[in-house]
């Protein structure tokens, strides 16, 4: 399938109660998985308004089309294709588009000078994503006109919407690991399996193999989770206890009813007893589910209990269609979806998660006891470590056994031995 390059802006989440906001690309992500396609984005300066992003869509010629009678598409497809044969009006539309992400004319002629021809797409989209501004929310609406910000490098965006070659390649490698765990039953470790293979290509294929069914304990990463619940609000029904804190500035705090936690209106609370990470995980059961039920786990909480919040979330939403995930970056308490919604139905006892390592976040689920990946999105905006928390916006959902705190590494068994006796010799 061909591939386009496209400007898309961020629109509001009216639904939310919360101030969020997403890439509007996920308006045409029914479409596009109908073609087994895929996009990625980067987030790009938009100063004073709600914000942009260059969207990388891999799709069938006709969905191209349609998105592009939407979204403004670029003139070219490869990042490494020259501009040389634009016409005037096409070299017009593309520093228009800059001026207007607001890069002055001066920036883009000291980059490109009056002759943009003579560059490549990949040129010009790496000057586009050369910085971004903070989002904040002034109460009414969502502005990015806050401090300098790094953008998601496009050469990740770039890798991990694979390519017609490399997609029917990580299906094939998907397809061997699932014919292998059916002929010997037993569980594949990928990380030992396929060593050598990127990270990012492992994720892929993780998230295939769960779909597919194929669950942690058939093929694995390492473990998840690394660590134990911290509260499994097994008491009396009540105030949710000395050690949660809200999370949101204006939010109320959840409650315990019948050993597990509930909010009547919006709540959320952090675990106030240590911060974690930055390599840092957290994890929650679902009891119940309604129809508008949205809850949240957060990590690397940086101002919990102010407007200054600034985080990371995994948004669980139950959906007339499908249930869904998100994972979600957060600053000064306004929301950011980064990519695309991750389908999942979801029932009663079945548990959630977000883990954060470096700058990937993964997002897991658990049914019937095993733990699967429903994908990862990459963001450095965050690094330090924080807090882990939870929230939810209904009544009538109940979470029980929270847990999380620092990711654990898990050393290969050899490594391990070697490292125990080195401990044992320092001993002496």
């Avoid at 639904?15 to 996920?26: G, I, L, N």
Wanted: hydrophobic share 35%; charged share 20%; with cysteine.
């Amino acid at each position: 399938m061909p591939i386009g390059w496209f400007i898309t802006p961020y629109k509001r989440d009216l639904a939310d109660t919360a101030p969020s906001r997403y890439c509007a690309m996920q308006d045409a992500d029914s479409v596009i998985r109908l073609d087994d396609g895929d996009w990625q984005e980067t987030e790009v300066l938009h100063s004073g308004r709600i914000g942009k992003a260059i969207v990388k869509v891999r799709a069938s010629a006709a969905t191209l089309a349609d998105i592009a009678t939407m979204f403004l598409r670029l003139p070219k497809n490869a990042l490494d294709d020259p501009l040389s044969d634009l016409s005037p009006a096409q070299r017009t539309a593309v520093r228009d588009e800059l001026e207007d992400m607001g890069y002055t004319l001066a920036e883009i002629q000291t980059r490109f000078g009056n002759r943009i021809q003579d560059f490549t797409l990949g040129d010009v989209i790496r000057f586009a994503a050369s910085r971004r501004q903070k989002p904040r929310f002034d109460g009414a609406n969502i502005i990015c006109d806050g401090v300098v910000q790094a953008c998601r490098d496009v050469n990740d965006v770039h890798q991990t919407c694979f390519g017609d070659v490399d997609w029917t390649r990580i299906k094939s490698i998907r397809d061997t690991l699932l014919a292998e765990y059916d002929a010997t039953l037993q569980t594949i470790r990928l990380s030992q399996r396929l060593p050598n293979l990127p990270k990012h290509e492992r994720a892929a294929i993780l998230a295939l193999c769960g779909r597919a069914g194929y669950a942690f304990d058939k093929i694995k990463p390492d473990t998840f989770p690394t660590t134990g619940v911290l509260d499994n609000f097994n008491r009396a029904d009540g105030d949710d206890g000395a050690n949660w804190n809200s999370t949101f500035w204006g939010d109320g705090s959840p409650a315990i009813v019948s050993n597990t936690v509930w909010a009547s209106t919006s709540a959320s609370a952090y675990w106030s007893p240590a911060t974690y990470g930055p390599d840092s995980e957290v994890f929650e059961t679902i009891v119940t589910k309604q129809s508008s039920v949205r809850i949240y786990l957060f990590l690397r909480c940086v101002n919990p209990g102010a407007s200054t919040l600034d985080c990371y979330t995994s948004v669980f939403e139950v959906s007339a269609g499908t249930d869904f995930f998100q994972i979600r970056r957060i600053d000064n308490g306004a929301t950011t979806t980064l990519g695309a919604n991750m389908s999942q139905e979801v029932t009663n006892g079945d548990s959630y998660g977000l883990e954060m390592i470096g700058s990937t976040l993964t997002q897991y689920y658990k049914t019937a006891g095993s733990w699967a990946s429903l994908g990862t999105r990459t963001d450095s905006t965050y690094t330090a470590a924080g807090n882990i928390a939870h929230g939810i916006y209904n009544n009538v959902y109940r979470g029980d056994d929270f847990g999380g705190g620092t990711v654990v590494t898990v050393l290969p068994f050899k490594q391990k031995i070697i490292s125990q006796a080195v401990n044992r010799a320092s001993t002496y």
